[in-house]
């Protein structure tokens, strides 16, 4: 398996749902990454884990809540969004830090918030 | 100035063109990642790169430190090319910093 894997594909929500973005790989990757993207835009960095532990958190709002329950599996937490939160979000991993060797994106989901 | 920049911005091009995108950094780096992303897409990871030249298929990457520079080449274009190319570097050993992307259109 060389994929990370990212649910759902597509998430509607609105201002005062909680709601989940899920990622997953098997690879034995031991770094995993969120990246917020607006339209025609470069991707920004919201955090790094490194063996389950939070190791970059680009001073993301408290709305946006990481969550690393193994090292297979990365969640991002979504409370109280609002509406220029809708981007696409992409999750990654990487063997480790700092060689970042193998690093993989997961195809996304696209979030929007109404 | 951006740490990371690429050209052409955008390039567009007929079916069997060889296609080059430029990358051009500002500091010391670690690796350099040459990605793909399709329309409303996730991203593709195309190569990564720390010195010398990779080959996959039509797609050639190449990268001089000395010059903090890498190229990357598309041979014999297709339509299923046309994407947006990414160059992203590796900074600090834990973060990738992004170029803003080259937008390759290849008409048929």
């Known amino acids: 398996d060389t994929e990370v894997t990212q649910t759902p594909k597509h998430l509607v929500m609105g201002m005062t749902n909680k709601k989940s973005l899920k990622c997953e790989q098997h690879?034995?990757?031991?770094?995993m990454y969120w990246y917020k993207q607006k339209a025609k835009k470069p991707p920004e960095l919201m955090f790094v884990?490194?063996?389950?532990?939070?190791?970059i958190n680009e001073s993301v709002p408290s709305r946006f809540s990481p969550e690393c329950p193994n090292s297979s599996l990365l969640n991002l937490h979504l409370h109280a969004l609002q509406p220029e939160d809708s981007a696409l979000y992409l999750c990654?991993?990487?063997?480790?830090?700092?060689?970042?060797?193998?690093?993989?994106f997961g195809s996304g989901t696209r979030l929007t918030v109404v | 100035k951006n740490e990371v920049e690429q050209s052409p911005q955008n390039l567009t091009a007929q079916e069997g063109e060889f296609i080059t995108i430029n990358c051009s950094y500002s500091?010391?780096?670690?690796?350099l990642h040459w990605l793909q992303q399709h329309p409303g897409g996730g991203i593709v990871s195309l190569f990564m790169?720390?010195?010398g030249k990779k080959k996959h298929g039509r797609l050639i990457a190449t990268i001089n430190i000395q010059e903090k520079h890498s190229s990357l080449h598309i041979t014999a274009s297709h339509p299923r090319d046309s994407a947006v190319y990414i160059c992203?570097?590796?900074?600090?050993?834990?973060?990738?910093?992004f170029g803003t992307g080259t937008r390759l259109t290849i008409i048929p």
């Open positions: 990654a991993s990487s063997q480790d830090l700092p060689t970042a060797t193998g690093y993989t």
């Open positions: 690879m034995g990757h031991r770094a």
């Open positions: 884990y490194s063996y389950e532990k939070l190791s």
């Open positions: 500091v010391g780096i670690s690796a």
């Open positions: 790169l720390s010195s």
């Open positions: 992203a570097v590796m900074v600090g050993n834990e973060k990738l910093t």
